[in-house]
Every structure is written in C-alpha cells, then in structure tokens.
C-alpha cells in the first residue's frame, strides 16, 4: 500500500492505481471527460489535470500513477484555471444547440462549464458544418458536438472488441467514423452512445422524443438473455423512451448489449393481445375473462374426465418471471394433477444441466467473473458474445487481461476475432476435440493420473479415450493431431483453465456429449467443478427450472408433448412459441393441430396462439412485479413501471384467479406470499452436495457424406435476435430486418449464388426460401441461418433432438 | 585495394542530390575516361557534406580543394585545369563573402572550420553506401569493444559517465534511459532509432544500435524513417544488409554470442510520430497518437515491451563515447550539456547547411562564423531554435550560448536543432502565424488544449494579420499559450506556443503594430500595409515598374514613380528590387489617403502644362 495526500487528506493507495482513482475511491471529486474505468488511461481531455508538490506542469491525474508521499491539490486556483480553459476551448467549436440536443441536462460539457466555465466568452468561435449522420439504424451521430475524447473508439475497440469506428483525420478537424467516411455498420450495441458525454452520438429511436427532465428513470432487468443485466429505462408519461446501462447499477456495471439497449420496444408491437380470445365457429373472438376462463375449465375438465390427468400438459416459459412459472406448476400439479409440465429449456439448458447432473451431481450456475480469473480459456463451439453478449465482455477483457484465449468454432465470431487462437472445427465436432485433447493429457500425463483413477467411470473413460483414434479426430474435427496435441498441452500447462460452452436451444450442433466431454476434461484435470462454465439461455431459463417447470416424477417432457401426437389431448402454453422456436415444426403443428384442447398465455398474438381454442393476454416484462433467476444464479427482482396492455394481467394472477374459479385454493393471494414459498424451494434445492463421477461417453460418431444433401446447416442465435421477443422489437429489426443464410464464398460459387439473391434450402424435412448473405464468416460446406424469424420458417428444416444430441441437419441450396 | 592519386569527394546528400550531383558524376567519370586519368583519380559519392547552401559541393584530396556549385559544365575545366594542369579553378572556389577573396582549402573556410565534428565526424568523408569505407574510418571498432571487452553495466556506466542527453528536444539522459530498460525483465526488449530523416553516416547508427542493444539486453532494432526519403531509406537499408554480410547484425555477432538485428521501418510523414509513444503506435502499424507517460517507452514501449527510443544523433555520438571514453566526450561541451550538437542552418545568410558545434557555443558564432552573417541589405531580426515549434531569439541575446538550460531559459527548445534565421524581411506576427498553420496542421486531436489551442491561436493571429486584431487579443493568447504549455499532453501541444510567447516577450512592438496602428512595418501582412515611393529618394530607374506584376506603378524617366493603391496587391516585389530605399511602407490607413491624391496620369499633365507654359 501506498500513503499519499490528497488536499491534506491522508490516503493508501494500490502501487499502479492512478491519482484519479485513488481520488474518486475516497469520494474525492476531480472532473473528467475522456475517462472511463473501463478503459485504458488515455490522457485526452486534460480536465483531470492536478497541481502535484514538486511538479513543474499539471499532471493529467487519469494517467499519473500514485507514489509515495505525493502531496496532490485537485481545486487549486491554477488548476481551476486550466480546466476553464480545457472548457472554454471545448466551447469554441461545440455548438450551443442544448435546446435541441437529446443530451441537454445529463452532458458532462454543459455540467463542467457551468461549474468551472466562462461567464463570457473570450474565445472567438470556431464552429464545425459537418452534417449529422442519421444513415445507420439505431445510432445517429452529430460531429458538430463531438468533443473527441475518444470514448466511443475506445469503448468499442478495446472493450467491446468491435472495431467499428476510429478516429480519422488530424488536429482540429479530426472526427470520429467508420473507415472511409462509410455507413456506420456494427453491432449497435450503444454503448458508445452511453459513453459519449456530449449528444455527439445519440440514439436514433430516441431522437428529439423527450427532455432527460422530463423523463422518470428506474434500473430493471433486461427481459432477454441470462445475463441478468440491470437496464435503467426512462419513462414519460407511461412510455419507455429510452433505455440505457449506468455505471455501477447491476451486474453489467453500465455494459449493455443491443437487445438490452434497444429491444424494449416489443412490448409495443402492434399485435399484442388485449383481451381474451375464445375460439367460436372456427374464429378466435374476444371474450370476458370469465367466459374464457370457464371454457378452459370446462376444456380441461372433460379431457381429465376422459382420460385422466395425464392427458393434460403445460409448457412454462424461460421469459416469465420464477412467481408465474411457480404458479403454472402449482396448478398443473395441485389443480390438475398432472407432471407433464416444461419449458423450451428441454431443448436448451437441459443439455448442460443433465450432463453436470451426471458429472458434478448438481448443475452449477456461472460465476461473472469466472473468465477473469482464468489464464487459460477455452471456448467450444459457442458465440457468447452473441448469447450472453455482457457477459461475454469479460472473455475479451481477460485476454486484454494477458489470459490465453482459445477459440474452437467454425463460425468466425467475434470471441474468434479477439482471441489468441481460433481453432477451425467442423461444426458438431466439440466433443471430438476434448476427446482428442484428453488422449494427449492421458498419453503424455500431463494429470495426476493416480487421483484421477481414483474417480468413479475412469476406467471406461479410459476404455472410450482408446477407442476413439487420433485419424478418427482429425477426420471429424478437421483439426491435425500436432494441433490438438499443442492446444492439450498449453490447456494441461496453465494455471487456472476454464471451459466455456453454452446450451441454447437454437444451437444445432451441441448436445449433451459436448458437455460430458466438457464436464470429463475438467475432472481429469482434478479443476474445481467451476472450471466448467454452462450459462443458461435466457432472462429465467434457471429461475423456471428451479421453480419445477419440469417433469420430476416420471411426466413427460416437451418433445413427448409436442412431437408425439396423443401424448396429451391438451396442452396449456404460457408465454412460449413452439411454432417458430421448437426444431421440425412441421411435425409439431401436426401435434398442436390435433390437440383437443389447446390454451396459449401470451403476451402477443403467436403463430401458436392462432390456433389454440382459447387465448389469453397476460402482462408483459415491465407492466408486472416480478422476479427472474439470472444464469449466475442470482434473483432479482423487477419493478412495475408501467400499465397493462388491454386487459391482460400478470400470468400468475390467472393461475390464482383460474384456481379460485374452480372453488379450490392454492394458498396464494398475493405476490409476497409465492415468493416466500420458492424462496422455500430454492433453500431446499441449494442443500445438495457435490459428488464427483466421470460420466460415461457414447462413442464418437464418424460423418456420413450425403450426395443429395451436401451442406452442414448451423443454427443458432445472432446478437441482435435471440427468440420470439427479439423480433417484434422495431430497434432491432432496424439492424437485421430479415432472416438470412450465411453461405461461404467457394459454396456461393458452386452453386452460382449471389449475396443478397434468394436462395431455396431443403433439407429431409422439408424447404424454405431465404436471403443469401455470402461471407467466410462460415465455413466452406456449412450454412448458417438465424431461426427466430416466424415468417422465415427456418425450423421446418431442423430435428428434434434425440436422446439429448442434436442430429447433424444436411442441407442443399439452390438458387430461386 | 586499388590506390588513387587523387579522390573526389563529390557530395550526394539529398540537396546536392537534387541540384544534380549524380549527372556531375557520370560527367566527370566520362570525362576522366576519355582523359585516361580513371586509373588514377576516383569520384566518390559521400553522404551529406553540409554546406548545402552552396551544392553541389565537391572536394579534391588530398589538397583538401573544395568547389561549390559545380555544374556539368565545370566538368571539363575541372578535370583539364585542375586534374591535369594542376591549377584548381578559381571561380569554383568559395569566396569569403566581405573580403571576396577565393578560399581554396575546405579547412580554412569559416563554416567548416569552426565545427567540431563528432555525429558528423565521416561526413563528404565516405560513400555511405560503401560498409568497408566506415570501417575504415574506425567504424564498428566501438561496437567490436563493446560486445568483446565490456559488459552491459560497463557500456551503460560509461554513455552515464559522459552525459550525453539525447538529442531528440528534450535532452533526457541517455545511459539513464537505457539503465532502466536494461533493468527491466522482459523477454523481447527493442531499440528505436526515431526519425532517420538526417543525412547521417547510416553505419554509425547501425553500430550505436548494436552497443545499445548490447547495453540493454535488446535484440532487435527498428530504423524509423519517411517514405517519402526514398534516398535515406535506400541507404539505412544497404547498411543493414551490408552489416549483415559483414556478421555485424544477426546471430552471434562476433563470436561474441550476442544476437542483434535491425529493421528498417517507413513511415508516414507525421510531425507528431517524432514523439516517442506516437512513433512506437505508429511502429504497431497503428494511428500514431502520444500515449501519458508513465509508463515511459523504457518499461512498456513497442507491443508492450521495454523499448529504447534514441535519436539518429544520439546514437552516432554512441560509437565515439564507447571508442573514445566519457572523458574525451565531455572535454568539449558544458557541465551539463557536453559534447556537440547538430544543428540546421537556415535563413538569409551566406553559408546555410548541416552544421555540428559544441555545445555552448554561442548563437552568435553560429549565426555568423559559420554561417557568414548576414547577406547585404538584410539586417538580423530573429532565429527561431528548436525547429517549428522553437521560441524566437531576438539580437539582443545573441550571446546565448546553445545549450538545453540556456535555449529553454530563454523560451526555444533545442527540439529538432533546426535553426532558422529570420531578417527585417520577415513579420513576426506572420511569422508566428506560419508555425502556428504548421502545428494546428500537425496536431494529432488526441488532447483539448493542443487540438483547439493550436486553431484558435492561429485564427487570432490571422484576425490580426488581416487587421482584425484586438487590443486585449495579446493577452488572451499569451495566457492561452501558457495554458498549452502547462496541460498539453505531448512535446508537441506543450511546445506548439513557444513561437507566439517569445514572438509577445521579445517582439511585442509589432504585435502592437498591428493591432493598434493596423501597420505591419515588415511589409508581409497585405492588409496592413501601403507601399508608396518616397518621391524624393526615386531615382526613376524603372526597376520597380518593370517586376509590378500589376502595372501599378507609373512614371517616366525622370519623373519620380508613384504606385497605384487602386491596383497594388502588396507583392513586395517593388520593395525588394529598389535598390534606393525609395519605396516605404506605411500602415493601412495611408491606403485610402493616397487613393485621394491626384494620380500620377493628372500629375503629368499638370507638369507638362507648366513647361509648355514656360517655354512659351
């Protein structure tokens, strides 16, 4: 520790700490523009200059580390007059448009001048025409205004791994843009939007719609992916109009990706649903909450008279928050008396959950900052920036970090682009990798083998290890043996290892070997079973999970219900559309189709909705109270900011409602009451211990060429779209409108496609048309296709997993 | 080795280069062929000879004859009178400007003869392209010292023993740089030769590389120079692939077991990439933008790593301090600034070039030992010292003597050890606005006072320049300029004022001037002066009449010119080319006066009106 004094205060310090930091840990104000604890010191504004003892000039505070005995003054009268002048030479080109610029009232520039600033100007001005730029979607930028301290470059290259802009041109006419003056053309994630602290750069759904001070801000959970992200919407008048990441609010600590920025909007999509609709004559119609309540009384009374409880199934849903799926499988197993209840997490999380279920004798919840802690990562087959983008940034900031970061993935990613190496598998062959890896760690014992063998399946591990060769990794894989032999090697050498692999259910080319295999390395190698990071999928993919949206004694599960016609005669659906998000849904419509009675909960009018018997409208994220479980394991709660849509309620409140219809009570009155139960439920859960066992792997499965169907098709989730939620989002459709298939450039050529041309893909199950988008970004013999688009119908073509792996989808395209 | 009776040295620095010294050379080769003398007498192309002022430049040994401005014409009179008669030709001799007395011998010609060469010491010496003629010359035998009878801490002890400051402006102490890089533990260390843009001996810089690498635990060194010098590139790139051959760079360099090897590097022509942390960004083919220091280029430079980043001037002093010992090095020079220094030399003087002193000297010898004093008609006004971002010196402090404390004290930088001289000629409001275009140009944009500051000070002076001045503007700038200097982040934002706060300090009169009498006496601020001719001195020669580029000026033989203010732009041209002093300057307001009077056509008449009323 070091001593120091700041302004007479006395003050201890960590060697390398700046004076900035060192001051703002002891609440000691000195103003900044240009910094960010994000990133890198800069130096740029020269607003944190301070006056040290025994210094002839003023020292840029940001960028000074702290010494022993150093006597620093952040208000002297010298100081005080430097940074008036930093100020006054900001104004002579900023132009004063405040009474038009969306950041009037929280701009650090018009904050700092009116605390140090010039009560007159001296300075003659200097302005700036550039035009603004409102070509991109989403981010709009006003060059007039920008200061250039450089934080959006930075926030973007060195912490967001983007790239997208840079600073061109030199001295006074130095701007900020995409290479060559192009069209902006990113991830629009917005996080240079929140770091910019003039209205340089602004958020274009946000343009000229309100004034900060007019507008109430509250911090709540993003409602999309398992990151657990703290978003601070502003509302005015009951509207969202904005929504942005703060420093120091929630676990993201201001980070915030492009759905949590700017994919709020789809609770405003236009085919919400306001009333209860009731099937009559073949036409869903409107009807009272009473009418439709009764008929899905009456609808599931009579199949449970006719054929028992059994008969009847319910899918919850990875989107509502822990109370409405506790109270969903409350009623299915109190009121009804059925266990064939799930989610779509069947499809997703239960891959990683059974496998550590078998490897670790529990799941286990991430750890945020797990990734900074590693100096060696390796990432398998997963595009985390795209999936937990958030929690994704710590894997860039650890390889900043110095730690070793390896990618094995056929698709380019952006994690690809960052890391130290990026290994060129073939897709699906994850699992085939850490096999071979783990035969390299056996043969050169690069584990402590006696305390291996001591684990319970070790010897069939072994038994399996021998009986995969190397000619057989090296084929599946695409991968030389000298490759996989260095990577085992660096893996078995450093210090601290982690594996990171994520289970969503749009990803076709994981299953549940990829995480035994995952789970086995991380025992062999005698690491803490934390080594092995599984994030769940969404907002509260764990928090269903652990409330019991599960069969846990012996019900069935979704790819029973769905896919196997008569499994159960009726089906209750909350928030969930297996019509676009379930794999081969040609065959699960068949299923829906032949429902006796189907009831779809949902905050929109869905595909499958439209052919349920009765619809009911609940509330949406943001109009409830409610809490979600993150994929760290972490429950948090979320206020009610804003009112119903139409009549829809909170999905639990039917539950309840529904049960007291029935004339039987659950117990449960209001909120408060549900939560204290699952908090009952989760203690309970938390008791388990941690046993260890080496689970036993299937063999590894060699490629079968298929003539007719040449072509791997990947799916899986892209950064801007992520499910039903996603797409209805007006923002986020700005920046990616349309399904698409990503075809490599050789592949493109042999079947004379052009990017942007149509393109016919069919595979066994059956055809789509979608958009080419040509780019090495996948590799040669490999399509890629997001599948949230419902209109895009891209899962007509993919299969229902079978025994928890996925089978390889071959493809074929043609131009249309 | 083949022996000649007679070599010349002809000069093939970048100016000679570019006045013809490689037709001069073939010319001369062809001409001493056809003579039969090509067995005898060799032509050698030797790096910059530094009177550049009088290129191309050649010199004859052993007599030691120096020829200026030799032209392909002077070939064959060369070569007869010289070479074959033995009588040097006299009118390609250089002339003591006063006494115009031809000075045959290089030695005893004032600009040569008053330097100390030690950066310079091969300089018109050696082809620079040619390793074994360095080697000749001593070369590598300090590198040879080093790697075989010193170890590091020795080589570092001994460049702290001597003092030397590097010489890239700000005068930080070399073999402490070094120390601290050769402290740090790291796997890859680099040395960084900055800016090769000087005409320097390359093997010099090739060797003072190898001891710093030596010194430090360095084994690989980067030579940064501009693109655009295809000429110094060409020869830092011979060097190396020479000192390769020769097992000078690469593994095990004499046997010694130490590896070294050097890249050279082209960059772009950036002013701000001569500050370190902005070269070594530039160096990881990024946007070349300073970084805070700490941490100094010596513990966190290129990728990360310990780099040394040393001037070419630096590094040429390195071989002779290791050669010669720290003693010999500090018995020219002053306690804390020994040694030489390089220094350009420009301006309206008689002799102009690549000049080295030691350290002390004062600004005057310079100025007008070495470089002649002025040429006829100009008086001395001020030298700007330190290159573009120099501070002036005015007459009255001639006397500094031109060391770091000294040239800082009196608010120039040593900087790039450009020297420019600027005369009665010359504005100094105009002036500081000139370096002031040049920084604002220059200014990377990273930091707030430099990017913004460098503008606003050049738009004030424009104002003032262009007659817009204010009275309370001398002040604002002069506090702006402090505050520059105080908060900027680099060299550049924190030295981009020096012109303007000594151009206040020394020359404020002018300032006053031009604000408040809108008079730019130097005649360079067009909207703030009147040419008129001072009818009385007019001597009607019909000078200035014939370079007006306007036809602005009138009058007959005879009949004393006047000039049209209707139609003057300023020019100048007239002013410069009266060799009566007749043409004046006033302020602006004289402008409109004039306009008033009768016009010279009126004049005229009127006065053949009275002669014909005489005669009749």
């Excluded at chain 1, 709009?140 to 470059?153: A, D, F, T, Y």
């Amino acid at each position: 520790m070091i001593e120091l004094f700041i302004n007479g205060k006395t003050i201890e310090a960590e060697p390398g700490t700046t004076i900035l930091e060192a001051a703002l840990r002891n609440n000691i104000y000195i103003p900044t523009m240009c910094y960010d604890k994000r990133l890198k010191p800069y130096g740029g504004c020269r607003l944190c200059v301070v006056e040290v003892e025994g210094q002839g000039k003023l020292l840029a505070s940001c960028s000074t580390p702290v010494e022993e005995g150093m006597s620093v003054q952040t208000e002297t009268p010298r100081v005080a007059k430097a940074r008036k002048t930093v100020l006054e030479l900001l104004l002579v080109h900023h132009p004063l448009d405040c009474p038009v610029c969306d950041k009037a009232g929280e701009c650090d520039l018009q904050d700092l001048a009116f605390k140090y600033g010039p009560s007159q100007p001296r300075l003659l001005a200097v302005r700036k025409h550039a035009p603004e730029r409102i070509d991109a979607p989403i981010v709009e930028s006003n060059p007039n205004r920008c200061i250039l301290c450089g934080k959006c470059v930075r926030v973007c290259s060195e912490h967001q791994g983007a790239n997208a802009i840079s600073i061109i041109g030199k001295g006074f006419n130095s701007k900020i843009s995409p290479a060559f003056e192009e069209t902006l053309d990113c991830e629009f994630c917005g996080q240079c939007i929140d770091a910019c602290p003039v209205g340089a750069l602004g958020a274009k759904p946000y343009r000229f719609r309100s004034r900060v001070w007019f507008m109430d801000e509250f911090p709540t959970l993003c409602p999309y992916c398992g990151c657990g992200c703290t978003t601070n919407v502003g509302i005015q008048e009951g509207r969202i109009m904005r929504a942005r990441g703060k420093e120091g609010v929630g676990i993201n600590d201001g980070n915030l990706c492009s759905k949590g920025r700017f994919g709020f909007d789809y609770i405003y999509a236009e085919n919400r649903l306001r009333t209860p609709l009731i099937r009559k004559n073949g036409e869903l119609t409107p009807a009272s909450w009473q009418e439709a309540l009764e008929e899905i009384i009456k609808g599931l009374e009579s199949v449970k008279a006719n054929d028992g409880p059994e008969a009847i199934g319910a899918v919850g849903s990875q989107r509502c928050t822990m109370e409405d799926n506790y109270m969903l499988q409350r009623f299915m197993r109190e009121i009804i008396g059925t266990d064939n209840i799930d989610s779509a997490a069947r499809l997703g999380y239960a891959k990683a959950e059974s496998a550590m279920e078998k490897a670790f004798g529990s799941s286990l919840p991430i750890s945020w900052n797990r990734p900074l802690h590693a100096e060696f990562i390796l990432v398998l087959e997963s595009d985390i920036t795209s999936t937990l983008p958030v929690w994704g940034l710590n894997f860039i900031k650890a390889r900043h970090n110095g730690a070793r970061l390896v990618i094995a993935d056929h698709k380019e990613t952006k994690l690809a682009r960052q890391s130290s190496q990026w290994l060129r598998i073939r897709p699906g062959s994850g699992e085939a990798l850490l096999i071979g890896m783990m035969k390299v760690i056996i043969e050169e014992g690069l584990c402590d083998r006696e305390k291996a063998s001591l684990l319970e399946g070790y010897e069939s591990l072994m038994t399996r290890l021998n009986e995969s060769s190397q000619a057989d990794i090296e084929q599946i894989t695409g991968v030389s043996r000298e490759e996989i032999r260095e990577l085992a090697e660096a893996y078995a050498a450093a210090g601290n290892r982690l594996l990171a692999v994520t289970s969503n259910a749009s990803e076709n080319t994981k299953g549940t070997a990829i995480f035994l295999a995952a789970a086995s390395l991380v025992l062999l190698m005698g690491d803490e079973p934390g080594s092995l990071q599984a994030p769940a999928e969404f907002s509260n993919t764990l928090g269903a999970w652990a409330v019991g949206v599960r069969p846990v004694s012996g019900g069935k599960d979704c790819t029973e219900m769905l896919y196997d016609p008569g499994a159960v005669k009726a089906l209750y659906i909350m928030g969930e559309n297996p019509l676009v998000t379930f794999p081969d849904v040609a065959q699960v419509e068949r299923t829906l189709r032949g429902m006796e009675f189907l009831v779809v909960q949902d905050i929109f009018l869905t595909e499958t909705a439209k052919l349920a018997h009765v619809v009911l409208p609940a509330c949406s994220w943001g109009e409830k109270e409610g809490e979600f479980m993150a994929a760290t394991g972490a429950v948090q709660s979320m206020p009610k900011l804003l009112p119903e849509t139409g009549q829809s309620i909170p999905d639990w409140k039917i539950f309840r409602n529904m049960a007291r219809l029935m004339n039987r009570e659950m117990g449960f009155m209001r909120l408060e009451e549900i939560r204290a139960s699952i908090k009952e439920i989760l203690s309970a859960g938390r008791k388990k211990e941690l046993k260890t066992s080496l689970p036993p792997l299937a063999p590894l499965q060699a490629l079968a060429a298929d003539p007719y169907y040449p072509l791997t098709l990947v799916t899986a989730t892209i950064l801007q779209h992520s499910g039903a939620l996603s797409v209805l989002s007006k923002n986020l459709d700005s920046v990616v409108p349309d399904a698409f298939v990503q075809i490599h450039p050789q592949d493109a050529l042999k079947h004379q496609i052009d990017d942007g041309a149509f393109v016919k893909v069919s595979s066994r199950k059956g055809e789509i048309f979608l958009k080419a988008m040509v780019s090495d970004e996948v590799m040669e013999g490999t399509v890629f296709t997001p599948l949230h688009f419902g209109h895009a119908k891209a899962n007509i073509l993919t299969e229902l997993p079978v025994k928890g792996e996925m089978p390889r989808v071959m493809v074929r395209i043609e131009k249309a | 080795m083949q022996r000649f009776r007679t070599s010349v040295m002809l000069c093939g620095g970048n100016g000679c280069t570019a006045r013809g010294s490689l037709k001069i050379k073939n010319a001369l080769e062809k001409e001493l062929k056809e003579k039969g003398l090509d067995r005898e007498i060799t032509v050698v192309l030797t790096g910059c000879n530094g009177f550049c002022a009088q290129g191309p430049v050649m010199i004859v040994h052993p007599d030691d004859i120096f020829y200026k401005q030799v032209t392909v014409k002077d070939v064959p009179a060369i070569v007869d009178e010289h070479f074959i008669k033995g009588r040097p030709v006299e009118r390609l001799m250089y002339r003591d400007p006063v006494k115009k007395q031809p000075i045959p011998a290089m030695k005893d010609i004032p600009f040569f003869s008053v330097q100390v060469l030690r950066a310079l010491r091969n300089k018109g010496l050696i082809d620079p392209e040619k390793i074994e003629e360095y080697i000749g010359r001593d070369g590598y035998m300090a590198a040879a010292k080093a790697l075989t009878e010193m170890r590091p801490e020795e080589i570092i002890a001994e460049i702290k023993r001597s003092g030397l400051r590097g010489r890239g402006g700000a005068g930080a102490l070399t073999g402490l740089k070094w120390e601290i890089c050769a402290k740090e533990e790291s796997k890859e260390k680099y040395i960084v030769c900055n800016r090769s843009t000087l005409d320097i001996e390359p093997h010099s810089i090739v060797e003072g590389m190898i001891i710093a690498g030596r010194a430090t635990g360095a084994g690989k060194g980067f030579i940064y120079t501009r693109a655009s010098l295809p000429l110094i590139v060409r020869r830092f790139t011979i060097a190396v692939e020479k000192a390769r051959e020769y097992g000078l760079l690469g593994a095990n360099i004499l046997d010694s077991g130490f590896a070294f090897d050097i890249e050279v590097f082209q960059a772009s022509d950036e002013f701000v990439c001569g500050e370190e942390t902005a070269l070594l960004m530039s160096l990881e083919s990024r946007r070349g933008m300073p970084k805070p220091k700490p941490p100094f280029p010596a513990v966190k430079g290129l990728w990360e790593m310990p780099t040394v980043i040393n001037t070419v001037e630096t590094l040429a002093n390195v071989p002779q301090i290791i050669l010669n010992g720290a003693d010999w090095y500090r018995s020219v020079g002053t306690e804390k600034s020994p040694g030489t220094k390089v220094f350009t030399l420009s301006g309206p003087l008689h002799n102009n070039g690549l000049i080295e002193v030691p350290m002390g000297t004062p600004l005057k010898d310079i100025i007008y030992s070495i470089g002649g004093g002025l040429r006829k008609g100009r008086e001395f006004k001020a030298a700007q010292v330190g290159g573009s971002t120099g501070g002036y010196i005015p007459e009255s402090l001639l006397d500094l003597p031109v060391t770091y404390e000294d040239i800082t004290k009196a608010g120039a930088i040593m900087g790039s050890g450009g020297i420019v001289v600027l005369s009665d000629l010359n504005c100094m409001v105009s002036s500081a606005k000139f370096t002031l275009e040049f920084s604002s140009d220059e200014s990377c944009g990273k930091c707030t006072p430099c990017r913004i500051g460098t503008t606003v000070l050049k738009e004030m002076h424009k104002d003032i320049c262009e007659g817009r001045g204010r009275e309370s503007d001398i002040e604002l700038m002069a506090d702006l300029a402090v505050e520059m200097q105080d908060s900027s982040l680099c060299g550049l934002g924190q030295t981009a004022a020096n012109p303007v706060l000594t151009a206040i300090r020394y020359f404020r009169a002018e300032y006053d001037e031009h604000i408040k009498e809108k008079w730019c006496k130097a005649g360079v601020c067009r909207e703030l002066c009147t040419f008129y001719i001072d009818e009385e001195k007019c001597k009607a020669c019909g000078a200035c009449k014939r370079v007006c580029p306007k036809n602005a000026i009138s009058g007959e033989k005879k009949v004393p010119h006047r000039i049209d203010q209707s139609l003057c732009i300023q020019c100048r041209s007239c002013y410069e080319t009266c060799a009566f002093g007749s043409i004046r300057i006033g302020p602006r307001s004289m402008r409109e006066e004039m306009m008033n009077l009768p016009d010279q056509g009126i004049l005229s008449e009127i006065h053949a009106k009275q002669t014909a009323g005489e005669e009749d």
